[in-house]
């Protein structure tokens, strides 16, 4: 239906992209990229790679915050069939020194903010050749051999399309929630730019999205989700939105200066935008608001409820998808059907659902085992066969991401938690999603997770931990308090048997809980 080049042309001057941050960066709050520069920068930067000899299939990475030049570098990318991988802007170097080398980049874009973290990765990553910085405020000195300026290398090509334009595609890394990253590649489409992609027919199809779309987008653009909207609403001719994170007032608040019309969030800011006082959520202009799609976590039902009851009567569709970045099948729903079905993440629209066992043989309706799609999208995990293979059932008809659930008799999916963390306490399966459900709903907890830890006894005991309203100090009392309010609410093997108090708990940006950092404390003397 488009790209850039085609709103450059028909209005050069329209947002394109619009920073909505707080002005602590180089660049202004409400930073502005036009689509006639998003058009020209991209189309340099794509010179440049065709003149280091980067061709279609060739790879390069990206480590930055949200910044203006972001989706710029992925749209080059895009433009001359490139690999491109966008890295989690708070790794460490030597977790962005293994994402690098083994998605065997040769060119890695940075920002002045993450230089520091950037250098020290790339020592170790001898396939790097050029690393070139976004230089907003950036004192040339500290520029070197290998680290040149964005700025001042595309300025010196050509902002005309490169000869043998088709699209790239984004190759990104698992959270690393479960093990190690690693990278999820698909093969090249081969498509020419112009050609509709499947994510463009799932948007305006599923969510009505088109070019006079206002999109907010509240997480940071190294994810799958985000990313994945934000390049295909520039493909649609619309506007984005970016903020540098969320904050709830000023996700609000940015629905009214802007005119927003769709959104994509994560349960986690549903929960935090519903811990805000009735007057603020009651003061919010959503008039413009049209879609809100969630997904990337469980959400709880109450919380779901209560979004659906604040927006619903405002006109807001408040839509939701399951899927992995591996995007080898997918569900939705919309709210009338999740109403009928609380807790459901919808029917498949990509792949054929199948619940299966341990055995690997298909369960009937309403019995518990792990969610495979058959017949959907194609991937493999790069440099990892092994990996690969272990994602598939043992017939190879359909492979998983590793959640558990179950479907009804009308084929709605139901999750019940991820596989690595399921409990197995006294040989009963354990889903700890449930738990933190009942959990999130006192009025003391801000965030919580909960896991197996090891017991003599039991094999592994139910434990939570748990983040407090700032103004709720940690006690035995209270952590009494709330494991009788797990009994008040679930079945007495289910409760936790101990409470930990974290003053924080390791989130990704994107509303993932890094549970595993949480849970091997426990198992690591083990």
């Known amino acids: 239906m488009g790209y850039p080049k085609i709103w450059a042309e028909k209005d050069p001057h329209k947002p394109a992209v619009i920073m909505a941050g707080v002005g602590v960066h180089p660049w202004p709050a409400g930073c502005t990229v036009s689509y006639g520069e998003l058009d020209e920068r991209s189309n340099r930067l794509a010179q440049y790679f065709r003149s280091i000899g980067l061709g279609v299939g060739g790879h390069m990475a990206i480590f930055a915050e949200n910044h203006p030049r972001y989706l710029e570098t992925c ?6 069939g490139l690999y491109f991988t966008a890295i989690n802007s708070h790794l460490t170097a030597d977790e962005v020194a293994h ?9 890695l874009v940075t920002s002045a903010a993450k230089l520091a973290v950037a250098r020290a990765a790339v020592a170790s990553c001898p396939k790097i050749e050029r690393v070139l910085v976004f230089d907003e405020g950036l004192d040339p000195a500290v520029l070197g051999e290998r680290v040149v300026s964005y700025g001042n290398t595309i300025a010196a090509f050509p902002a005309t399309p490169v000869a043998d334009e088709t699209c790239g595609a984004s190759m990104l890394y698992s959270s690393g929630t479960t093990g190690r990253p690693k990278g999820i590649v698909r093969p090249l489409s081969g498509a020419a730019l112009a050609d ?3 994510t463009e027919a799932t948007l305006v199809h599923f969510y009505a999205y088109d070019e006079s779309s206002i999109y907010l987008s509240p997480a940071p653009l190294y994810h799958a989700a985000p990313l994945g909207f934000n390049m295909t609403v ?4 619309g506007t984005t939105v970016v ?8 996700f609000l608040g940015l629905i009214a200066e802007y005119g927003v019309t769709h959104t994509q969030v994560v349960p986690t800011m549903f929960v935090r935008l519903l811990k805000l006082g009735s007057d603020e959520r009651g003061a919010a202009d959503l008039t413009t608001l049209v879609s809100c799609v969630h997904a990337a976590a469980p959400c709880p039902v109450w919380a779901k409820e209560q979004m659906i009851e604040w927006w619903g009567p405002l006109g807001v569709a408040i839509t939701e998808y399951y899927g992995g970045t591996e995007l080898n099948g997918l569900t939705f729903i919309y709210p009338d059907e999740w109403m009928r079905k609380k807790g459901s993440v919808g029917k498949s629209i990509l792949g054929r659902i199948r619940i299966l066992d341990e055995a690997g043989a298909e369960l009937p309706p309403g019995q ?4 495979y799609f058959a017949d959907g999208g194609k991937f493999e995990y790069h440099n990892d066969s092994d990996k690969t293979a272990s994602t598939y059932a043992p017939d190879g008809a359909g492979t998983t991401i590793g959640d558990i659930g179950f479907v009804d008799d009308e084929g709605y999916l139901f999750l019940t938690d991820r596989k690595a963390f399921m409990i197995i306490s006294g ?6 999603q449930e738990i933190e459900d009942v959990l999130i709903e006192h009025p003391s907890v801000v965030d919580v997770a909960v896991f197996g830890v090891p017991d003599d006894d039991l094999g592994e005991a139910v434990k939570a931990a748990v983040q407090l309203a700032s103004d709720v100090l940690a006690s035995p009392s209270v952590e009494a308090e709330l494991i009788e309010y797990c009994h008040a609410h679930l079945a007495h093997f289910k409760c936790p048997r101990s409470v930990d108090f974290e003053a924080e708990l390791p989130r990704l940006d994107t509303g993932k809980l890094y549970k595993r950092v949480l ?8």
Do not use: H, K
């Not at 040989?427 to 700890?432: L, R, S």
């Not at 091997?520 to 003397?525: A, I, K, L, V």
């Open 368 to 371: 518990i085992g792990t969610v």
């Open 196 to 198: 509709e992609t499947a």
């Open 427 to 432: 040989g009963v399966n354990i889903y700890p």
């Open 243 to 250: 903020m540098e994170q969320f904050e709830p007032r000023q």
């Open 519 to 526: 849970r091997d404390r426990y198992w690591s003397t083990v």
């Open 99 to 107: 994402i690098v080398d083994d998605c065997d980049a040769r060119v």
């Open 234 to 237: 520039l493909r649609l001719g």
């Open 75 to 80: 749209w080059a990318a895009e433009r001359s």
